[in-house]
């Protein structure tokens, strides 16, 4: 009785893989969701911006929260000038983050060099901008 269950249960299986045809698909879809996909294509190309890493150096609130981020901002850009730095507002925080580091490796590395001026600095996730090219013109 197993032998026969087993058996039946072979053959339809065998019957089922064999009855899968090998065709085409056809898709109908809307037109205007290729045109949806070439405009998404398009704005990831205008998107400059990447998962990285950036150092926090400045967080404040307040009436006088710009003016201190942009003393800081100028201390900061004197002592590094070869450091990108961004000031942004969040409501209802300044913020002041420097550099665009790939990986959190090359973020601490920087993090060593700035540590010494900016005691309240330290390495967070953040949106950076791709990397520029230089051309052979320039």
């Known amino acids: 009785m197993k032998r026969i269950v087993c058996l039946s249960i072979f053959i339809f299986m065998t019957i089922f893989a064999f009855a899968q045809s090998r065709g085409s698909v056809h898709i109908d ?4 969701i290729e045109s949806l996909i070439a405009k998404q294509r398009s704005l990831y190309k205008m998107d400059s911006s990447l998962k990285g890493y950036r150092i926090h150096i400045f967080m404040e609130i307040g ?6 981020a942009q003393e800081t901002k100028a201390q900061f850009e004197h002592a590094f000038p070869d ?19 790939r990986n ?4 601490e590395k920087c993090l060593r060099r700035i540590k010494p001026r900016f005691k309240e600095a330290f390495v967070t996730a953040d949106r950076i901008y791709r990397p520029r090219f230089k051309s052979n013109e320039e």
Do not use: K
Request: no cysteine; proline share 6%.
């Open 63 to 68: 009436n006088d929260a710009l003016r201190h």
């Open 29 to 32: 879809q809307d037109s205007r």
């Open 104 to 107: 959190r490796v090359e973020a």
């Open 83 to 101: 450091i990108p730095i961004y000031l942004t507002y969040s409501e209802p925080y300044f913020r002041l983050r420097a550099g665009d580091f």
